[in-house]
């Protein structure tokens, strides 16, 4: 797998002044509150921040799973409100990639079968280069025909990985990918994907309310009350921890 060129300034996903209210009247929710943010391609970026900071509504509105409001959002160069709801589900499906907590892979499909599932679904073949030097990337060359069940959530976990770059993603978005992992199958499914990003030159988003997660990326961004409040390169986990802390007012 040879990892291909890419400049820092070019942007993988980015929204724009986003804000997302969701409901209306006195019960709504101010959940985006002006949110400018991008983040580079090539790179992995985790976004923090107290629980109810709007961490996961940020995440879907940039990755085309929910809408926003105001503002707009971007995956590359496509501003995803100009898309209609098929052009968005293809857009979902040929350029974006989703690790979740629950690993949801399909129990009776074998590994291989699950890390290609979504190309089958799409009729394409894929490459089949690529997949098979991702197989090695995410150590799964001697579990390929096993199913689900037989395997331990880390690997599970490791097998939705290579399920999220199997189509060559320009960006895979990953919501707590370690929230149901103990902490040294959750240390492997940090270093993979940093490893990911780094051999394979792709881009990866993660949501996380771990400083430990969080360090493993190149650069955290830190949400408070829906806004962007402050960003970190080369975090480490203290600093990371002393950021938060920040943000704990006392009552
Ligand atoms: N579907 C929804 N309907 C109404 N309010 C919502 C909805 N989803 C989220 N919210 C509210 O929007 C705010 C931001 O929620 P969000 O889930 O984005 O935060 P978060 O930072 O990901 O939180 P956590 O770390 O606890 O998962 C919260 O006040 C939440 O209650």
């Known amino acids: 797998m040879t990892a291909t060129t890419t400049t820092t300034t070019r942007t993988a996903a980015r929204v724009v002044d986003a804000v997302k209210v ?4 006195d019960t709504s929710v101010r959940a985006l509150d002006g949110v400018s943010v991008d983040f580079p391609a090539g790179r992995f970026t985790a976004i923090m ?3 109810g900071s709007g961490k996961s509504t ?32 293809l857009m979902r499906r040929d350029r974006v990639g989703f690790v979740f907590q629950a690993y949801n892979l399909v129990p009776t499909l074998t590994v291989v079968e699950n890390i290609t599932l979504p190309l ?3 009729g394409d073949t894929g490459d089949k280069e690529w997949i098979d030097a991702l197989i090695d990337v995410v150590g799964l060359r001697g579990r390929l025909h096993h199913r ?3 395997l331990s959530g880390g690997q599970q976990q490791r097998v939705a990985v290579a399920r999220a770059f199997a189509g060559r993603p320009d960006v895979v978005f990953a919501d707590e990918p370690t929230g149901n992992l103990d902490s040294r199958s959750g240390e492997e ?3 993979l994907l940093g490893r990911t990003v780094r051999q394979t030159a792709r881009t990866v988003v993660m949501v996380t309310h771990d400083p430990v997660a969080a360090a493993h990326a190149d650069e955290v961004v830190f949400l408070a009350d829906g806004r962007l409040v402050d960003r970190m390169t080369s975090p480490t986990a203290d600093k990371v921890l002393d950021r938060m802390k920040a943000f ?4």
């Open 22 to 25: 969701y409901g209306s009247g």
């Open 49 to 51: 921040g107290p629980s």
């Open 58 to 89: 940020l995440m879907h509105c940039a990755a085309g799973l929910d809408t926003l409001t105001s503002g707009t959002a971007h995956i590359g160069d496509t501003e995803l409100g100009t898309l209609d709801d098929r052009r968005l589900t």
């Open 120 to 122: 089958d679904l799409a």
């Open 148 to 150: 689900p069940s037989e």
């Open 189 to 191: 499914v940090l270093g």
């Open 248 to 251: 704990e007012v006392p009552s």
